[in-house]
C-alpha cells in the first residue's frame, strides 16, 4: 500500500491534468478508508468522540455524525 499512495502522490504531481487528478481523487479515497479505520481503532480502545475529533480538528459532532453511526 505504501508503495501505492507513493505512485498516487508522484501521479498527483504529473504535468497532465486528468492523470493528476485522477491520482488526487485515489488519494483522498484512501485517506478516508485510513481514517475510518483509524478512528474504529480509536473507538474499540474506549477514546472519546471528544478525543477522536480533537486529533482530526474537527468538532465533537462532526466526527460522530461522520463515523458515529456505522
Same mark, same amino acid.
Given at each position: 500500500?505504501?508503495?501505492?499512495?507513493?505512485?498516487?502522490?508522484? =501521479?498527483?504531481?504529473?504535468?497532465?491534468?486528468?492523470?493528476?487528478?485522477?491520482?488526487?481523487?485515489?488519494?483522498?479515497?484512501?485517506?478516508?478508508?485510513?481514517?475510518?479505520? =483509524?478512528?474504529?481503532?480509536?473507538?474499540?480502545?474506549?477514546?472519546?468522540?471528544? %478525543?477522536?475529533?480533537?486529533?482530526?480538528?474537527?468538532?465533537? %459532532?462532526?466526527?460522530?455524525?461522520?463515523?458515529?453511526?456505522?
Amino acid at each position: 500500500m505504501t508503495n501505492d499512495l507513493a505512485a498516487l502522490m508522484r =501521479q498527483a504531481q504529473d504535468d497532465d491534468p486528468l492523470l493528476a487528478l485522477h491520482a488526487t481523487t485515489a488519494l483522498r479515497r484512501e485517506i478516508e478508508r485510513l481514517e475510518a479505520v =483509524q478512528v474504529r481503532r480509536a473507538r474499540v480502545a474506549g477514546l472519546a468522540w471528544a %478525543q477522536i475529533a480533537d486529533a482530526i480538528g474537527v468538532s465533537k %459532532q462532526a466526527v460522530h455524525k461522520k463515523y458515529g453511526r456505522r
